[in-house]
């Protein structure tokens, strides 16, 4: 699990390989996140917008961008979490993603950005 804190919001995200979902000899490897945000501020926040940066080992580069997480942009009050489950293909069996939330102060509607830490997406053969 890797974690990281912006602005009073923690950011844990935990990773796994999904074999029933790849197919390596077509170069195809499923992976499923799940990423937790807690607010440890003492205001209530909303998601609003994610933006990710996926890197697989042969060099390419994709940038995801859009409103919320899982179809919900999600408010999130002084001291709870959210957590969701999503998922990223790779070409190759080692890559990684990083990326940041949107999010907006309910109290005043202002903005501020929030980093996701980077994390590796890699099947379990390549760890041995």
Same mark, same amino acid.
């Given at each position: 699990?890797?974690?990281? #804190?912006?602005?009073?919001? !923690?950011?844990?995200?935990?990773? #796994? ?6 197919? &390596? ?7 499923? *996140? ?10 209530? #926040? ?9 890197? =697989? ?8 961008? /859009?409103? /919320?997480?899982? /179809?919900?942009?999600?408010?999130? @009050? &002084? ?7 999503? /998922?990223?293909?790779? !070409?190759?069996?080692?890559?990684? @993603?990083?990326?940041? *939330? ?5 109290? =005043? =509607? ?5 980093? #996701? ?6 099947? &379990?053969?390549?760890?041995?």
């Amino acid at each position: 699990m890797v974690t990281a #804190i912006t602005e009073g919001i !923690k950011i844990s995200v935990d990773t #796994i390989y999904q074999d029933e979902h790849s197919n &390596p000899e077509n170069g195809h490897f499923m992976f499923a *996140y799940r990423i937790s945000i807690e607010n440890l501020t003492d205001f209530e #926040i909303q998601l609003m917008r994610r933006q990710w940066f996926i890197f =697989d080992s042969n060099g390419t580069v994709r940038e995801v961008e /859009g409103e /919320g997480v899982v /179809g919900m942009q999600p408010m999130i @009050m &002084p001291g709870d979490s959210y957590s969701y489950v999503s /998922g990223c293909n790779l !070409k190759t069996d080692i890559g990684s @993603m990083r990326g940041r *939330y949107l999010m907006r102060r309910t109290l =005043d =509607d202002s903005e501020f950005l929030v980093e #996701i830490p980077e994390f590796e997406l890699v099947v &379990p053969f390549r760890l041995n």
